[in-house]
């Protein structure tokens, strides 16, 4: 019972806005230092020892992707990764740029990198499962800047944005990349207020086997997703009330997204 009230609670306590990027320095620019990243540089830090697989904040506006300053990563395995603090419940959207050097040819798809959310536990983190986060195929992009982003939601407050890059596996094309402006902001998520002149609304809430949904027009799509914005449910109802079977949903607050008449808006209901 202590775990639904506090679940109750934390759902009728969040509101939807703006959020500004949760990365210091995120674009890599001055103030920030060049040179290595390391276990004792700040804001971006890395537990690699070696000197030669040390990612660095590089100095150089001709290659940049915007600016001065962007981070460069060796041919070998490196890693690095920023704390940050986030709000449960709140949906956000991490976006950065990556380029793979030109002229080394094109890296095979087992030697990309990994950009991941992780739970800030020490070191490196614990990684969720499922992962949150998105693997680049050098092997699918050109040898552009390519802008990259996935959204996720956040399940704890203190949380690890981290990235590692594989090493270049023997006899295949070099890997070494750049990234680039680094952001994770808050989505302007669209709340049950957009779908209000449509009297919608969703019962009982909490919800442990059905949850009816209802408008004073036809609902035309229904998605449901958990809070690290796996979609679990989906539905065309294409009708103004629809019972909607949440039975099998494990216990937790979930976000459901409904469109009507192209407009869509979010409600937030836990299963019990």
């Known amino acids: 019972m202590k775990k639904i009230t506090f679940l109750i609670t934390l759902l009728l306590s969040t509101t939807f806005s703006f959020g500004q990027n949760l990365l210091t320095n995120g674009d890599l620019e001055p103030p920030l230092a060049t040179g290595k990243i390391t276990s004792s540089?700040?804001?971006w830090s890395s537990t690699v020892a070696s000197s030669t697989a040390q990612s660095s904040i590089n100095s150089n506006a001709s290659v940049a992707h915007a600016g001065e300053q962007f981070v460069n990563l060796p041919n070998d395995?490196?890693?690095?990764?920023?704390?940050f603090t986030a709000v449960v419940g709140k949906e956000y959207t991490v976006k950065f740029w990556n380029q793979f050097i030109a002229g080394q040819g094109q890296?095979?798809?087992?030697?990309?990198i990994y950009v991941s959310i992780r739970q800030d536990t020490g070191g490196n983190g614990t990684q969720f499962d499922p992962v949150v986060g998105t693997y680049i195929d050098p092997s699918t992009v050109n040898a552009n800047w390519n802008e990259f982003s996935f959204t996720f939601t956040a399940t704890q407050t203190n949380l690890l944005f981290f990235v590692s890059k594989q090493a270049r596996v023997s006899g295949n094309p070099n890997n070494a990349a750049r990234m680039d402006d680094f952001s994770i902001t808050e989505n302007s998520t669209a709340s049950v207020e957009?779908?209000?002149?449509?009297?919608?609304?969703a019962y009982p809430n909490p919800a442990s086997h059905n949850l009816t949904?209802?408008?004073?027009?036809n609902i035309e799509s229904v998605e449901i997703f958990n809070l690290i914005g796996q979609k679990v449910m989906s539905l065309s109802p294409n009708t103004?009330?629809?019972?909607?079977?949440?039975?099998?949903?494990?216990?937790g607050v979930y976000i459901?997204?409904?469109?009507i008449e192209g407009i869509k808006g979010s409600y937030k209901f836990v299963k019990q």
């Open 107 to 112: 890296p095979a798809s087992t030697d990309g």
């Open 256 to 259: 459901l997204k409904a469109t």
């Open 194 to 201: 957009d779908l209000k002149k449509f009297n919608f609304s």
């Open 77 to 83: 395995f490196t890693t690095f990764k920023q704390p």
């Open 213 to 217: 949904i209802s408008a004073s027009k």
């Open 41 to 43: 540089t700040t804001p």
């Open 240 to 251: 103004n009330t629809k019972s909607v079977d949440v039975s099998n949903l494990n216990t």
